[in-house]
């Protein structure tokens, strides 16, 4: 069963830092590409981030570039995203997503998100 | 940037009756369109995707339509558990940003 489990979330000061974990099972994790998703309170989704199976190839939405760094290790099916300069438009659930064997760009999985809260 | 619309925000309809929610693309996504149920407190579940594909599990009244800039989610007889948000997403545009429409509320 493909498992994807999101930590780290929590309460932080504009400006701040905070790192994101996600842990995955139940599928062979360096075979596919992860991505970022979340969602402001009562709003829709935003993509974040994605990245390649590998780690080489890493996009980001432009609201988050340049602030936010993506990365995986696939030695022990972990990803992480660390965020830095942290803005209070950046509040959301942070939801870890996939698609395994699954068209590209297509998430059926998906982790049960955790909470940042930006705020002085 | 690709910008989804949904209409309507909010859809108000009985148990048993057809729901039709529409989704449109600023520009054509062939057929690179999904849709996505996400019910409160829940993360969201992929309904369909290439623009009329099911997803495994996901029933047949679920059904979907359109390409290009136009897309239909339709549920031929809403069950209770079928109350919620859904949401459409384009997966054309490489590289990403993959964009998501800003949802229709299924209401009773």
């Known amino acids: 069963e493909v498992q994807l489990v999101e930590s780290g979330g929590g309460l932080v000061q504009p400006g701040g830092s905070l790192r994101l974990s996600c842990a995955a099972s139940?599928?062979?994790?360096?075979?596919?590409?992860m991505n970022w998703v979340r969602q402001a309170p009562g709003k829709g989704l935003e993509w974040v981030s994605y990245?390649?199976?590998?780690?080489?190839?890493?996009y980001y939405a432009d609201s988050v570039k340049g602030r936010f760094t993506f990365s995986r290790d696939n030695a022990n099916n972990l990803l992480h995203l660390e965020m830095n300069s942290l803005r209070a438009e950046d509040t959301a659930v942070y939801y870890c997503?996939?698609?395994?064997?699954?068209?590209?760009?297509?998430?059926?999985?998906w982790g049960q998100g955790t909470l940042v809260t930006v705020s002085s | 940037e690709i910008v989804m619309t949904q209409s309507p925000a909010t859809l108000s309809v009985s148990p048993g009756e057809r729901a039709t929610l529409s989704c449109r693309a600023s520009?054509?996504?062939?057929?690179?369109l999904a849709w996505y149920q996400q019910k409160p407190g829940q993360a969201p579940r992929l309904l369909i995707y290439?623009?009329?594909t099911r997803a495994t599990s996901i029933p047949a009244r679920f059904s979907g339509s359109g390409s290009g800039t136009e897309f239909t989610l339709t549920i031929s007889s809403l069950q209770s558990e079928d109350f919620a948000v859904y949401y459409c997403?384009?997966?054309?545009?490489?590289?990403?940003?993959?964009?998501f429409g800003q949802g229709t509320k299924v209401e009773i």
């Open positions: 997403q384009q997966y054309d545009h490489w590289p990403p940003p993959w964009t």
């Open positions: 290439g623009a009329s």
């Open positions: 990245i390649s199976s590998s780690g080489h190839t890493i």
């Open positions: 997503a996939t698609g395994v064997e699954m068209v590209q760009g297509v998430v059926n999985y």
């Open positions: 139940g599928f062979r994790f360096n075979g596919y590409e």
């Open positions: 520009q054509s996504v062939k057929n690179r």
